[in-house]
Each structure stands twice: as structure tokens, then as C-alpha cells.
């Protein structure tokens, strides 16, 4: 990707200062000729933004970002913040429709460094049919934060007749889950510690939305649920899911796709890839009859490739998931209980 | 204000862990029995809050709160972290709809400091008659933040028929403020500083919705524009509302009123008051047949007894703020240079 000039004279500011978050004149140069030279017109120069949606349901969702290092294969807390917001607009079922984008600065990042960081974010949301609208800039002392920290709020429109709930979880149910897990926090970890693998492992953000909007299309509408694995992995979310559904998950520990550098990196680091976070990856409970269509229409789609069948739901041990091996061994999967990874996101 | 007693049981887990923000166990604790017993049912476990406004404009606004010390006369970041978004919607003519709260801790903080800073926001989203309805929480090393910031972003339904820009500003139109400035700022850096004064200042911090209701019912919505001068001060906003009006701004300095103290901290501190930041304050530009009336409502709500028609709009010096002192001399005012105040909000 080719980066435009730092549109700031690295001269003339080369870091930022306290002042850049003072709201003076600073500051509002900082806005114009950094974040609105990046983020184009919709972003308001002013604290708020006025819009009208489509009548009907709305989904408003907001993440902090502050993983660490700011840059590693794949994405960058910029592009991550964009399509992290955006993801969980889709695991909602709505579109994108307008982020808000807060920045707390920490004094004495370098000002291109930021500027690769904002370019990034504003790539990530053409990348997704979104504008940024309206934002914030604050400044805190040196040891007093770490870079930068992004905070994306997400304001989307549910697609109508979409009511996605851990509730609306059915006995009989299929599990799918989108492609291989592991590959974010795997990159993360490999950047932040210095490690290079042979097969390079890059994070697998993207935005989500289009491929919802193939699967609901494919399902008319049937899915019941959806969840990106992100912070405590594909685990944590199965869990989350048996908990809120009050049923039980059976999964096949087969189907579940890893890929051989992600496995064998996580061999490496005493990770399970089953925990680790992903960034591009969905997974769908919907009636088990609707399952081949909504397999065959998330293969069709380049994030859904790998896709897969991973498993059922079960009215047996309500509120566990159940993982069997090739073997026809079981074991309980519980959800993360200690830090596996920090500021993987 | 009684604090229910917090909890978790401090002899737990008494501080924040890296791992509250790890996705797993610990941090779907911290979740249910802090975030969500304080921000009561609407908050959603879920990463996203799906909802149905009102048919019609909507407005959004985004404020990362990093304020030193968390705690001050009159507020904390928590109250502050709801009352500034708010504010923000109240400024496009908004009352505010639902508010997502994103929390960036640092290892280390308090569970207690954290149970405070959230009991105070869940009351100020009371105070405000908003609920809050999603947030996040990561936890960050302990030296790479700073206790806790806070993220707020608003969703606000506009009044129909009200648009509030500066290019709606008119040669003729009155200034009016709503009140004393200059307390927030004096307050924080008061108690950062370890400084008393005989006469206690405590922060402004309030609600602005009600009182910009009033205002605009009083004028039948024939506001120009509204501003609430924080960052950078009432002087800052006066330019910005001129530069973006391309109008000259007249104001009458003997008009803009500062609380004694306030006045007599600012002098022995070497800040000058019109610079320093408000958070229950605001800037109202309509037409000069409206100031009356205008007046009288704002007056007539406590948000605003001490409300002040402070200047008009001219055709001269086009973009500039000209302020006129009792014996007739005048000065220009500029907008704040360099950093007065760090971390004040």
C-alpha cells in the first residue's frame, strides 16, 4: 500500500505535544491537516454529527483498541480498530452506516507515526463502505499511555426481520464457523515477541459484513446467532453461547480448521489456537437445514473459504460445549479463564 | 451520594488484573458484577446494542475523558465521561438517545477506584435520563496508561426541524452564555495541584440537555448555533464560531461573568478564565430578536441563572473575536496557542 506524504512538516512538529489535545490552534491543525486530510468530508469538524438513518433497527457497538505493537503482519491498530467495530456491527446483522473514531495520544509519538496509523483506519473503512464522521483527540503525558489507543464506536442498520440471539439457539442447530482460527493473535504475539516463522502468519482482519450479508441472504434470514471469536478465541465464544443459550454444544475438534504454521506456531508458544483471537472469522448457529446452504454460500466468498461445519446443539449438558476427537474422545471446553494474550486487540 | 458497597469482594481480586481484559472468566466477572450491576438491564452483554430510534435526524458524538486526578470538587471522570457526550448531542439540538462507554484501565487500578468512577457514571446517565447500553473494557500493563479513561459516545434524536451550524449565523445575532466560566478547569487544576481556596470552586460538570430545551421552545428553535465551551475555553469557541461563520464577533467583556474565586484563582495561577474549560456551560448565537426571550428561559432554569447576553454579530472584521472592555478600549481574542491546561477533560 502506498502512503501519501505526511501532510504535517515532520520539521516543524515531528511528535506530538500536549498541546496537540489542548483544543487551540494546535490541535485544530492536528484535526485538519492529519484526521480530515485522511478521513475525507463526512468527519465533522465539530464534537457531533447529524444524520438521518433508514427508518427501522439500529446497532450501536464501541471497542477500545490498544494492541501492542502498534504494527504487525496484516493490519495495524488502525485498520483493527475499523474492522473490529464494523465486525461486531455484523454480528448484530446490520451495515455499517457511520464510526466515530477517539484517539488518546501518548506525548511524543512520532507524528508520521500516526499518520500511518490514521491512513490505515481511514483504508480500512473505504475498505468497508463506511465513512468516519466525527471523532476526538486527546493528549496524555509520556509514560502516561502507550502510542496510541483507538476507540470506534459503530452505528449500523440491522437488516430487517434480522433478530439474532443467543436465545433464539435451537436444539438441532448447526454450528459453522468461517475459516481457520488463530491467525491474529498468533501474528500479534510473533511481532510483539520478535519471532519470524518460516510460512509467514499474518492477522486475518477484515470487514465481516459482506459475508453476512451472503449468508443471510442464503438462509433467508434463518441464522440464529452470530459471533466473531475474537478475545478468548473460538473457545470463549462456543461458551459464551452454550451459557446464554442454555444448551449444549457438541463440536467436532476435526473440523475445526488451523492452519499448519498457526499450529505449529502455537505448539511453539504453549498456546491452544482454539483461544487465541481472530479478527475475519464468524460463527453461525442457524437450523440444521439451512446448514448446507449457508456452507456453501460462505465457501463461495473469499473470507469464507474454509469454511466449515464445526458442530451441533444438543439439549444434553445445557450450558457446556463438548469437543470430540477422531477418536470418539470428548473433552470439555471451558472458557478462558487466565490472560493467554494481552492487548491482542 | 451513599455508594452501595462494592461487589467484588476486595479481598479477591482488589486490583485490576491484565487479565480482566482478556476476554476469559475474569473479565465476564468484572462485566456482570460491576459494569453491568451499575449500568443496570439496557447494557448488553453483547458486543452490540440493537435498538429502534425515532423516525428522524439523529446525531452522534464521540469523547475519549482522560481528565487528572479522576476525582475533583463538583465531578469525577466518571459523571464527566457522561455529562461532556451528552453535552455534545445537546449542542446539535439532540436529546440524548443511549450512550456507549468504552473503559481503557491500567493494571494495578483499584477494583474500588473503578466501582466509584462507575457508580458516578451510572448516576450521571440517570441524571441525564440516558441509559447506557454497550460498552468494552481492556486492561492495559501497569506505566501504559494512567488509572482508567474513559470513551463515551452518544447517540442523540435531533428536535425536528432545529439545525444548528455557524454558517446559520447572521450579522445581528445575539451571544449569549449561559452562565460563569471558568470553574471546571480551575477546579481540576485545583485538586491536581493540591491547592485550596477559601471560598471552595467545584467543577460545572452538569447535563446541558434541559437547558437547551428550554432555550429552544422559548425561541421557537430560531438558534443559530450552540456551543459548549470546554477545551480551550469560551475564547477558543468564540473564534471558532466566527472563523467558521466568516463573521466578526463584538463581545463586551464587563458581560462574560466569572465567580470571584474563580477570578482570584486564575490570577494567582497565571490562567486567564475566558481560556480555561466548562462542562455545563454553553454558547448560543440567534437572532437579536430572540435575545430577550432567550434570555428570560435560560435564566429561568438553574442550569442558567446567571445567563448573559455577552455580545453581537458584525459584518466587520470578518473571521475575528473583537472584545470591548467598560472604557471603550478594545482587544483581539485568540484562540488558545499553545496547552494551558493538560488533561482537564
Known amino acids: ?30 484535526i485538519d491537516e492529519l484526521f480530515l486530510a485522511a478521513f475525507g468530508a463526512p468527519a465533522t469538524r465539530h464534537d457531533g454529527h447529524v444524520f438521518t438513518p433508514p427508518a427501522g433497527a439500529l446497532a450501536v457497538t464501541t471497542d477500545s483498541f490498544v494492541v501492542r505493537p502498534l504494527f504487525f503482519p496484516g493490519a495495524d491498530i488502525g485498520a483493527l480498530a475499523v474492522y ?3 465486525n461486531d456491527l455484523a454480528m448484530c446483522g446490520a451495515a455499517p452506516h457511520a464510526l466515530a473514531a477517539a484517539f488518546v495520544l501518548e506525548e511524543g509519538l512520532a507524528i508520521e507515526t500516526l499518520w500511518r496509523v490514521v491512513h490505515s483506519a481511514a483504508a480500512a473503512a473505504r475498505a468497508a463502505g463506511v465513512p468516519i464522521v466525527t471523532g476526538d483527540t486527546k493528549v496524555v503525558e509520556r509514560g502516561k499511555g502507550d502510542g496510541v489507543f483507538i476507540t470506534t464506536t459503530g452505528v449500523g442498520v440491522v437488516r430487517p426481520g434480522v433478530e439474532l440471539a443467543p436465545a433464539h439457539i435451537r436444539p ?13 493473535g498468533v501474528a500479534v504475539m510473533a511481532a510483539r515477541e520478535g519471532l519470524t516463522f518460516t510460512a509467514p502468519i499474518e492477522s486475518d482482519a477484515a470487514p465481516l459484513w459482506p459475508l453476512v450479508e451472503v449468508l443471510l441472504t442464503a438462509t433467508g434470514g434463518a441464522v440464529h446467532v452470530l459471533r466473531d471469536p475474537t478475545r478468548g ?16 454444544l457438541e463440536i467436532d475438534a476435526a473440523a475445526v480448521p488451523v492452519a499448519a504454521p498457526v499450529g505449529a506456531a502455537c505448539e511453539l508458544l504453549g498456546l491452544d489456537p482454539w483461544y487465541v483471537a481472530n479478527e475475519g472469522k464468524l460463527v ?19 473470507l469464507g473459504r474454509d469454511a466449515a461445519v464445526i458442530g451441533t446443539v444438543t439439549e444434553a449438558h445445557p450450558g457446556r460445549v463438548v469437543a470430540r476427537n477422531a477418536l470418539g474422545g470428548t473433552r470439555v471446553i471451558e472458557m478462558l479463564s487466565g490472560e493467554q494474550l494481552p492487548r491482542i486487540c
Do not use: F, K, Q, W
Open 233 to 248: 478465541g473460538l473457545a470463549t465464544t462456543l461458551c459464551e453461547l452454550a451459557a446464554g443459550a442454555e444448551l449444549g
Open 172 to 184: 438441532g442447530d448447526a454450528v459453522l464457523l468461517s475459516g481457520e482460527v488463530g491467525n491474529h
Open 84 to 86: 473490529g467495530t464494523v
Open 284 to 302: 453461525a448457529v442457524l437450523p440444521g437445514d439451512h446448514a448446507p446452504a449457508a456452507l456453501a454460500a460462505l465457501r463461495g466468498h473469499p
Open 1 to 30: 500500500m502506498s502512503l501519501p506524504t505526511c501532510p504535517i512538516p515532520l520539521g516543524d512538529y515531528p511528535r506530538v505535544l500536549l498541546a496537540h489535545g489542548g483544543g487551540g490552534r494546535l490541535m485544530h491543525r492536528l
